[in-house]
């Protein structure tokens, strides 16, 4: 069964750092596309960085520079190191992944999906996010 877990959410000053965890057991990420998205009420959920299977990376506008994504795949995981957090990079923090040896589309949905809509056919997998929240 394919699982996707996030972790290592929480509640930092402002100018603290947090380091996410999205560990994917079931398939393996050599082969995958990864993404990391995040929602505030009220607001679009937002691509906040992706990390494709040859190692590119892209970095929405707001957090390049702070966000670094890596991949460890020994490990399936991708980590999501955040530095110089702000009170607007409070979120829920969702990961999601594609295998691109399997079909597309979505398969399975931990909660993210849901949230993510307009995202959701583009990932295989969803994981049930994790909150991060940095107070002033």
């Known amino acids: 069964e394919v699982q996707l877990v996030e972790s290592g959410g929480g509640s930092v000053q402002a100018g603290g750092s947090l380091r996410l965890s999205c560990t994917v057991s079931g398939f393996t990420l050599d082969d995958s596309d990864v993404g990391w998205f995040r929602q505030t009420p009220g607001k679009e959920c937002e691509l906040v960085s992706s990390i494709d299977s040859g190692g590119s990376t892209y970095y929405a506008a707001s957090v390049k520079g702070r966000f670094a994504i890596s991949q460890d795949n020994a490990k399936n995981t991708v980590y999501l190191q955040m530095n110089s957090l702000k009170p607007l990079d409070t979120a829920v923090y969702y990961c999601?992944?594609?295998?691109?040896?399997?079909?597309?589309?979505?398969?399975?949905?931990?909660?993210?999906?849901?949230?993510?809509?307009?995202?959701?056919?583009?990932?295989?997998?969803w994981g049930q996010g994790t909150q991060v929240t940095v107070s002033p």
């Open positions: 999601a992944a594609l295998d691109l040896n399997g079909p597309g589309g979505l398969i399975r949905d931990y909660g993210g999906a849901r949230i993510c809509s307009r995202w959701s056919a583009e990932y295989n997998y």
